[in-house]
Structures are given as C-alpha cells and as structure tokens.
Antibody, heavy 122, light 107 residues
Framework: EVQLVESGGGLIQPGGSLRLSCAASGFTFSSYAMNWVRQAPGKGLEWIAYISTSGDRSSYADSVKGRFIIARDNAWKSLNLQMNSLRDEDTAVYYC???????????????WGQGTLVIVSS | DIQLTQAPSFVSASIGDRVTITCRASQGISSDLAWYQQQPGKAPKVLIYGASTLQNGVPSRFSGSGSGTEFTLTISSLQPEDFATYYCQQLNDFPRTFGPGTKVDIK
C-alpha cells in the first residue's frame, strides 16, 4: 500500500524552529517529486514547497521562502521540512503529498499523508 | 503568480442533484489542472487531473472539462459521500496555487 506518514508537529513559540518528517512506504520514493501543503484552521489549502526526485531542484511559496527548507533522503525514503523563524500565521495542518503522473514537475498530488498539526503560539 | 478563483464558494444541494463548480485561472494554464475532494478532518483526495482525466477509483459521476483559463467539475448525481469541499489546483507553474474551495452541503 502506498502510504505517507507525517510526524514532528506540535506547539512551538513564535520565532522557534521545528522539523517535520514524512515517511514514505509502498513505492519507489526516489522516482517521485514531493510536496508540502498546509491548511490553516478553517481555511483552504496552501502549497508551500516542492522538491524534485533527486533533490536538486526545489521551489517555495513566498510566504515561507527564506524560512523553510525542504529536503529529502532517498535512501531512507524520507521527506523533511525544516521550519525556522516560525510565526503565528504558520499555524496549520501540514501535509506531504507525492507528485504523480505527467511530466516530473506537473504531477497531481496522490496520495497525501494524514497531516501533522503545527501550532505557533506563546 | 497564477491566481485561481472558484464559483460558487458554497452550494446547497440534494441527493441526486447535478452540481457544477467552475474554476478560473488568471492566465492560461493549458490543461494543467487537478480537482481534489476534502471531507472534514481528512486529507484531500485527487478526483480529476489533466483537467478532464478521472483518477483511478473515482466514481464516473465525477467529470471535468476545460482548458486555458476556464474549467468545470461536474457531479452528475450527488451522493451522500459527496458532501465535502472541492478545490482546484494549477500545476502549470510555480508557485503552485489552489482555488479557495467550494463547499457542497446538504439542502
């Protein structure tokens, strides 16, 4: 079964750092681009980061650029999101999602993990 | 950045109704559009990709159409499990963007 499982969420003070992980199983992880998408409480979906299959290319939403870093370890089938200088507005459920089909950069997101909640508050 | 708008933002419908949701892009995105369904407390699930291709395992009552800047998602006969929020997403350029969502509720 293809599965993504996020971990690492929790309560963190503004200005702090947190590292999210996404463990992949059931597929050849190194063959797929990966993404992070977040959803603030009661709000819509916001794409925040993309990383290519080998990790040599990445892209970020303006809202997190310079603060968040997406990385992957293909040997360990793991995707990570290092989040620094956290703000109240970063409070959200964070999902990892596999990009599948089409050209490598344009794959639809399938599947998604179950999400991990990050709360930024003093 | 490519902006996506969705209309309507809320639909109140009955079982068996036909529901159509529109997604408009601020510039042409060819057919690089996907539709997702999100039920409360759950992760989103892809329904349609390439604007009109049905994802494996998705019921045939769901269909998508359009290209360029205007796209539609149609549910031909609404079922109880279809009450959810629907999002479009453009995959044409970075930053990727989602529409604001359309909530389909029970009348």
């Amino acid at each position: 079964e293809v599965q993504l499982v996020e971990s690492g969420g929790g309560l963190i003070q503004p200005g702090g750092s947190l590292r999210l992980s996404c463990a992949a199983s059931g597929f050849t992880f190194s063959s797929y681009a990966m993404n992070w998408v977040r959803q603030a409480p009661g709000k819509g979906l916001e794409w925040i980061a993309y990383i290519s299959t080998s990790g040599d290319r990445s892209s970020y939403a303006d809202s997190v650029k310079g603060r968040f870093i997406i990385a992957r370890d293909n040997a360990w089938k793991s995707l990570n999101l290092q989040m620094n200088s956290l703000r109240d507005e970063d409070t959200a459920v964070y999902y990892c999602a596999r990009g599948v089909g089409g050209s490598p950069d344009k794959g639809r997101y399938d599947p998604w993990g179950q999400g991990t909640l990050v709360i930024v508050s003093s | 950045d490519i902006q996506l708008t969705q209309a309507p933002s809320f639909v109140s419908a009955s079982i068996g109704d036909r529901v159509t949701i529109t997604c408009r892009a601020s510039q042409g995105i060819s057919s690089d559009l996907a539709w997702y369904q999100q039920q409360p407390g759950k992760a989103p699930k892809v329904l349609i990709y390439g604007a009109s291709t049905l994802q494996n395992g998705v019921p045939s009552r769901f269909s998508g159409s359009g290209s360029g800047t205007e796209f539609t998602l149609t549910i031909s006969s609404l079922q109880p499990e279809d009450f959810a929020t629907y999002y479009c997403q453009q995959l044409n350029d970075f930053p990727r963007t989602f529409g604001p969502g359309t909530k389909v509720d029970i009348k």
